[in-house]
C-alpha cells in the first residue's frame, strides 16, 4: 500500500509546476490559440470585458495559480507514494490522471453546456499538455 509522505516532496518542484501550468496557459489562451477560444465560444469584446469585470485579476490569476498548487502538490503526493520517477514515468503519471479523471470530467461538462465541441478540444488539449508536463518535472525533480 502505497504511504503519502510530505517529507519527501520537492516543494520547489511542485512550486515550479504550477507556474510552468499557469504560464502555459497564459501563451496557450493567449498567443497560440486565443483567437480560436473565443471565436469558438462565440465570446464579442464586449463579453470578454464584462466576463473580466466580474472577476478581478486578483481573484482571477490568484485561483488559477491556487488550483494549480493543489494539482501539483496531489500529483507530488502520488509521484512519491508510487516512487515515479523519470521522464517516461512523469508521462504515464500525466497521461493517466488526465485520461482519467481530467479528460472525463471536462467532458461531461461540455455535454451539459451548450459549447462547440471544438471547446472541449482546446481544453482537453491544453489539459494533456500540462497534466504531462507536471508529472515530467515532478518526476524528473525529485
Same mark, same amino acid.
Given at each position: 500500500?502505497?504511504?503519502?509522505?510530505?517529507?519527501?516532496? #520537492? %516543494?520547489?518542484?511542485?512550486? *515550479?509546476?504550477?507556474?510552468?501550468?499557469?504560464?502555459?496557459?497564459? $501563451? %496557450?489562451?493567449?498567443?497560440?490559440? =486565443? #483567437?480560436?477560444?473565443?471565436?469558438?465560444? =462565440?465570446?464579442?469584446?464586449?463579453?470578454?470585458?464584462?466576463?473580466?469585470?466580474?472577476?478581478?485579476?486578483? $481573484?482571477?490569476?490568484?485561483?488559477? @495559480?491556487?488550483?494549480?498548487?493543489?494539482?501539483?502538490?496531489?500529483?507530488?503526493?502520488? $509521484?512519491?507514494?508510487? #516512487?515515479? *520517477?523519470?521522464?517516461? =514515468?512523469?508521462?504515464?503519471? =500525466?497521461?493517466?490522471?488526465?485520461?482519467?479523471? *481530467?479528460?472525463?470530467?471536462?467532458? *461531461?461538462?461540455?455535454?451539459?453546456?451548450?459549447?462547440? @465541441?471544438?471547446?472541449?478540444?482546446?481544453?482537453?488539449?491544453?489539459?494533456?499538455?500540462?497534466?504531462?508536463? @507536471?508529472?515530467?518535472?515532478?518526476? $524528473? %525533480?525529485?
Amino acid at each position: 500500500m502505497p504511504t503519502f509522505d510530505l517529507a519527501k516532496i #520537492n %516543494w520547489l518542484a511542485v512550486f *515550479t509546476a504550477a507556474l510552468a501550468t499557469f504560464f502555459l496557459g497564459a $501563451v %496557450w489562451y493567449q498567443a497560440l490559440f =486565443g #483567437n480560436l477560444w473565443k471565436r469558438l465560444h =462565440g465570446y464579442t469584446h464586449e463579453q470578454l470585458r464584462a466576463m473580466q469585470a466580474k472577476r478581478p485579476p486578483l $481573484v482571477f490569476f490568484g485561483g488559477m @495559480i491556487g488550483a494549480y498548487l493543489l494539482l501539483a502538490f496531489v500529483m507530488a503526493l502520488l $509521484v512519491t507514494a508510487f #516512487n515515479v *520517477t523519470g521522464i517516461a =514515468g512523469g508521462l504515464a503519471l =500525466g497521461l493517466l490522471l488526465w485520461l482519467g479523471p *481530467t479528460s472525463a470530467v471536462a467532458f *461531461t461538462g461540455w455535454l451539459a453546456a451548450d459549447k462547440a @465541441i471544438g471547446t472541449y478540444g482546446l481544453d482537453a488539449a491544453y489539459q494533456f499538455v500540462y497534466m504531462a508536463m @507536471i508529472g515530467v518535472i515532478l518526476a $524528473v %525533480w525529485r
